[in-house]
């Protein structure tokens, strides 16, 4: 018994030593970084001269002539923006002399910017033994850039490209704010051996709340939680073998998304293969998927062959299938009323005096009537695709009504069909011959919202379950192309950063694409210039199903009616 507990007791011992080294190795590393002194420029390799400009990835010595009292460079700067390391306006280009404690920058003229001959020139000061071209800032901006015309003999040249010895970057620099997003993955690339180092980031300059990461595969993670909507920035620094190594300062935008929903209304009717071909052929020039509110009247029409049903059902299904999304689009057309269960109101005023129906407005009919009819346009989506293309529509989430005639019991009867969104809205238009007005007054700026149950034009405490998202980009067969970019730019000030996030919707037809088509392109190139996937601004083009999941303002207007 003696023998046995003390063996116990030293086991007691070894543990409780163990535990202290333990310890005091987490406590350790904990407070490594207490009393650090970080250095002020970014760290290169001691054979190198300091990196003096923190915010800028890359750089290039000027080799010159050191008697030339006017340095005159030429640099292939297209190529630079083609590499994705230099804007094509040329302001994160940065002259800076060094001596070996000091460095200023200088001020340069420059000459065809973005051009495989541009042009640079300074004045040589003798109190620099180095100059270097500093470039790759992506947030950098000036009021101008000194330009010139003449053309002057060069007389210096660019050595290799240099990055600092520790380089962290993000993918992109516009870094977007997006539902259930909380983290975003930044690169560390360095030849040191750090895998296992433990890193300190810090976010906008701001020493006291520097967080601790660990890389794995040469990266971590940036938590979304401590940006600033606007311009950020962030370094990295870290101990290894007794020296303090501190990377660039890496700098990006982060900003609310504004999205832009292109949504194709469907008539009923099996459009020309062309208007399908061109509709395909924008959304890949563009990368803008869309949105197909489909109507199933092209399933009971009688001028439609179940040939051409087919084809255009597998068309929608490839769509689906390549990104798109399905929801619901119907006009009151007698035949699907009546197909629907409904007795169709042929003697009912319609917007254009038309005879099948197309033109009356779906408010001509009771709760109980659109009820039923929208019920019949679900099933039999569902039916008829799985019939033409063995497929499986997704549930069905939204509806537009035809000419955009909605009142509050056709909005009641799309949220009590289970549906979870309505896109009827918008600003109050005249249509047809008639002059017929819809009962929406919206803006072009309106952004989607829970309608009243007393009025649908507003949001209060008596609300319905149904979000409305307003057709507040307008339809390319009414509206010419620079209605629609004012529309764009009602939306978006050019250079904004959004705390939430926004969306625009433009609504085209199939049916007659031929009118639709050039302005859409026009209209796509305008926005391409703020696209997010091509890293140049908030603009992500999406679905209104894709909406619903990505959108924090969608998001929290659903949670307020929890079950959809």
């Not at 039999?380 to 909605?406: H, M, V």
């Amino acid at each position: 018994m003696q023998r046995r507990r003390k063996k116990k007791s030293n086991n007691f011992l070894i543990i409780l030593i163990v535990g202290i080294i333990a310890f005091g190795f987490f406590f350790f590393k904990d407070n490594l970084f207490a009393n650090t002194q970080i250095p002020e420029n970014p760290t290169m390799p001691s054979f190198r001269a300091f990196w003096s400009d923190s915010k800028s990835p890359f750089r290039k010595e000027i080799i010159l002539d050191q008697n030339a009292q006017q340095i005159v460079l030429e640099i292939n700067h297209a190529e630079m923006v083609i590499d994705n390391k230099s804007l094509p306006s040329g302001f994160d280009l940065n002259v800076i002399g060094q001596s070996d404690t000091e460095s200023s920058i200088i001020p340069f003229d420059i000459k065809n910017p973005d051009s495989v001959k541009t042009t640079i020139k300074f004045n040589n000061q003798k109190m620099f033994s180095k100059y270097f071209l500093y470039f790759g800032n992506k947030t950098a901006s000036k009021s101008n850039l000194n330009t010139f015309t003449e053309t002057i003999k060069t007389n210096s040249s660019l050595d290799l490209e240099e990055k600092t010895q520790v380089n962290v970057s993000l993918d992109k620099t516009w870094i977007l704010k997006e539902n259930n997003v909380s983290s975003v993955f930044a690169k560390v690339q360095t030849g040191l051996e750090i895998e296992n180092t433990t890193i300190k980031v810090v976010i906008n300059d701001n020493k006291s709340a520097e967080i601790s990461k660990s890389l794995v595969n040469g990266q971590f993670e940036l938590p979304t939680s401590k940006l600033n909507v606007g311009e950020n920035s962030f370094y990295v620094y870290f101990i290894k073998d007794s020296k303090v190594y501190k990377s660039n300062t890496f700098s990006f935008y982060y900003t609310a998304p504004l999205y832009v929903a292109w949504t194709i209304d469907w008539e009923g009717t099996a459009p020309d293969q062309k208007y399908l071909n061109d509709m395909a052929s924008i959304s890949t020039e563009y990368n803008v998927p869309m949105t197909h509110f489909y109507n199933p009247r092209i399933y009971i029409y009688l001028r439609t062959t179940d040939q051409r049903r087919k084809e255009v059902t597998d068309w929608v299904v490839s769509r689906i299938k390549a990104g798109d999304d399905l929801s619901l689009h119907m006009h009151m057309q007698h035949d699907l009323v009546e197909e629907a269960g409904v007795k169709a109101k042929y003697n009912e005023p319609s917007w254009d005096s038309g005879v099948s129906g197309y033109d009356t407005p779906t408010t001509a009919y009771s709760y109980d009537e659109v009820k039923k009819i929208i019920d019949w346009g679900i099933t039999t989506l569902e039916d008829k695709f799985k019939k033409f293309s063995n497929y499986d529509i997704p549930k069905i989430q939204g509806y537009r009504a035809g000419g955009w005639f909605a009142n509050i019991d056709t909005l009641k009867a799309i949220q009590d069909n289970g549906l979870i969104y309505d896109s009827s809205g918008r600003v109050s238009f005249e249509i047809g011959k008639n002059k017929f007005t819809q009962a929406w007054d919206l803006l072009n700026t309106s952004q989607p919202y829970i309608p009243s149950k007393v009025d649908q034009n507003t949001s209060n405490s008596n609300n319905m379950n149904l979000l409305e998202i307003p057709n507040n980009g307008a339809d390319s067969y009414w509206s010419s192309a620079q209605e629609m970019i004012a529309n764009f730019n009602a939306n978006y000030n050019h250079g904004e950063f959004l705390s939430t996030d926004k969306l625009v919707v433009f609504l085209s037809h199939p049916d007659w694409f031929n009118i639709d088509d050039p302005k859409l392109r026009e209209l796509f190139r305008e926005i391409k210039k703020y696209r997010n996937d091509l890293d140049q601004g908030p603009v992500k083009f999406i679905t209104l199903r894709d909406y619903l999941k990505n959108s924090e303002h969608a998001n929290t207007l659903l949670n307020s009616f929890g079950n959809k």
